[in-house]
């Protein structure tokens, strides 16, 4: 969430004369997607006039150390295939040689379409639905795609994340050690082992959903997209787009339209429904432990806000007791 | 250089609607200018339609405390007659009701216009020369602004931020406590007295000139903006312009073009060419100031980059045994 590479305007400038892109007319360092460095940028086109609106936009990303170099062509060739297949991503642009992955003062960097739409932070009924749908036209979309990457933070990984966290964990709440070493019991005795898998997007917070009104304008930041069971993907969906932010409270009427967009451009098999409530309760644990590492890994006056791990415990004890009919929505 | 203050999209769509600026299609936290927040946004336009290549960009400013709110009317009104003067500057947008300052999430709040242009990092001597011109017009379109505002970082500022430094000086370099010292006392004995006293920008750093080649296509950031010694602003320019980033070379050849673009649009009195050298050494030793004060009150760990106080210490030491002549280039 800032811009931890800083790029001499002349750098970008000489940057895009590899690509058809028109010449670089504006580049501001914006604030967001995981712990990369963007750039938006404003160039003539290809055709090097100015529109009378504006010029042509793309995103600019420096890869900084979080994303692992050698994941980027599944990223580039995931949003290919889904883009192809008519889902709104931004896909990596190729320079004339044909090449995305570039390097820029020092990282790799690639050049990104530019989608419009804003990410809304209070999800209405009609938003959480198109998300749903959303998501549900990507896992369509996805069928096919033959690129493998294994999801870092599944159940083993959050194993490994809980043992780092260790002793810590009590200093954000009293107990909290002890339940999640619970959890982690619960999950390896009833965490699915025959559902299908697919390509996920891992990550789909309102944050990474771009609409206009309602309706969904493009889904972004893949750079947690992975192989992994397919209807864990609805179940972090469901955790991020259903409550309050502080977790306390489950908004049921967005949940339901979540579910219910996602019934109506996928849907979910009988054994996806019954395993519903445990892939809810894994995704509700997961974010509880990422939010855990970096509360306990981040001193409290750093400039970055750190995210209450609470809120994903509280949602956690949520799908611990909730009717498993509720959760659908149906 | 970061975002403060995270507001909703959803609270930025409706601040809009005040305006007559058409609906909010895209957000961006942008990292750029003083420590203020800002949003780089884009609209419809007020017609509500998308043009082909792009709709309508503003800028939204949230001002956080390095800014006085009492202060915001000066710079409006001096935009405002700089831009009906001509000047490429960004005017503050007035709502249906005339009003230009606004509060949101709690902080007082401004929607701009956006200005294209890249912010060059390493002039060329083209660039050098436009933007002395621009600084020229600026100071001729500035005639008959009637608002004033006191610069809080003149010579008796200077006193006061080196006395808040104090025996942390020589944690920079040892030795510099006593070079400050030196200086402040020198130039307490030839400060000039009788120049011409402007409205100026006194912070006209690469930064803050957007150019497309070598045409200025914006001078931006007035929040330092305040009355003085006019001739001061062009020695700002000339310290900001003329220097490697360490301050250890200087570009005579930037140096001369950015004075020779001066003159071309507004020129210097002889009263004001004889006490260039001494205000020139000013320049340096405010940079000089307010980079060894944030240095001394930033722990080195900060997210935030700390500028290097002694890239100004030694653009002083050319400036005090330069020959005035060659500062002027002529």
Known sequence: ??????????EIDAFLTRYDA?????????AEGVENSNYLLETTGHDGALGSGGG?????????????EADLPFFMDLLDHLGARGCLVPRFIADREGKRLQQLAGRPACLIEFLTGISVTEPTVGQARAAGAALGEMHRAAEGFTGERRNALDLPGWHELAAKCGEDF???APGL???VADELAFLDAHWPADLPRSVIHADLFPDNVLMLGDEVTGLIDFYFSCTDIRAYDLAVTHSAWSFSHDGATCHGDRAAALCAGYRETHGLTEAERAAFPVLCRGAALRFLLTRAYDWINTPADALVTRKDPLAYLRRLEFYASADPAVLLGA
Do not use: C, F, N, W
Not at 1 to 10: D, G, I, K, N
Not at 22 to 30: D, Q
Not at 56 to 68: A, F, M, P, S
């Open 56 to 68: 042509h936009r793309y995103i600019l990303t420096l890869y900084e150390k979080r994303v692992d």
């Open 177 to 179: 050690g002890a339940r």
């Open 22 to 30: 028109g010449r670089l007319v504006s580049a501001k360092g914006i």
């Open 1 to 10: 969430m800032a811009v931890y590479t800083q790029v001499p305007a002349e």
């Open 170 to 172: 009590d200093r954000i």
